[in-house]
T-cell receptor, first 110, second 117 residues
């Protein structure tokens, strides 16, 4: 069973920069996995941030960016704001119609 | 307005069955892959199943394979998830999600399933 890994928790100072990663327990993430990123605050429906590695969804501020860093997909938040404190999930498309979510990263802004 | 509205959630006993529906509006589902994603209380998002645009192909997470069946009625612009042999670990909010080129771009508000005696 394919396991997608994310940092369970991260923290960033207001105005700072933080990078969240999305990896595979076995193997490297590439653009072929169409990595995408979602933000979810408690009690809310997930919001699409980034898809196809680095394309921002409509209305998403440009302080959010996606990339491949080494063997992982990455979500970088530049100039973090208080309302960025949230849960962040990545999804990888494995092919043959199968997608897998990472376990999520709880981001604290303090 | 583009939206997805799930229905059919509720309380069901272990071993029971339930069918979820997801009605789309503002777009036609026949153009899109569609997914079900679930989230247990206090836990992360988990992909459950996918249907291709014409419904000819469906795929499932190992945890639900053989117990859940995803289907669609493109004429009614509605997606379904038939769930059987339900277990306590199936307790979750179930989201219907649109897939636009592998972006999960439109999410329903979710419907809660509780499996308990």
């Amino acid at each position: 069973q394919t396991v997608v890994t994310q940092e369970p928790s991260l923290s960033v100072s207001p105005g700072g920069t933080v990078t969240l990663t999305c990896g595979l327990r076995s193997g490297s993430v590439s653009t072929n996995y169409y990595p995408s990123w979602y933000q979810q605050t408690p009690g809310q429906t997930p919001r699409t941030l980034i898809y196809n590695t680095n394309t921002r969804s409509s209305g998403v501020p440009d302080r959010f960016s996606g990339s491949i860093l080494g063997d992982k997909a990455a979500l970088t938040i530049t100039g973090a704001q208080a309302d960025d404190e949230s849960g962040y999930y990545c999804v990888l498309y494995l092919g043959s119609g199968i997608s897998v979510f990472g376990g999520g990263t709880k981001l604290t802004v303090l | 307005e583009v939206q997805l509205v799930e229905s059919g959630g509720g309380l069901v006993q272990p071993g029971g069955s339930l069918r979820l529906s997801c009605e789309a509006s503002g777009f036609t589902i026949r153009r899109y892959w569609m997914h079900w994603v679930r989230q247990a209380p206090g836990k992360g998002l988990v992909w459950v199943s996918r249907s291709n645009s014409d419904g000819s192909s469906t795929t499932y997470a190992d945890s639900v394979k053989g117990r859940f069946t995803m289907s669609r009625d493109n004429a009614k612009n509605t997606l379904y998830l038939q769930m059987s042999s339900l277990r306590a670990e199936d307790t979750a909010v179930y989201y219907c999600v649109r897939d636009d080129m592998r972006a999960f771009d439109i999410w329903g508000q979710g419907t809660m399933i509780t499996v308990s005696s």
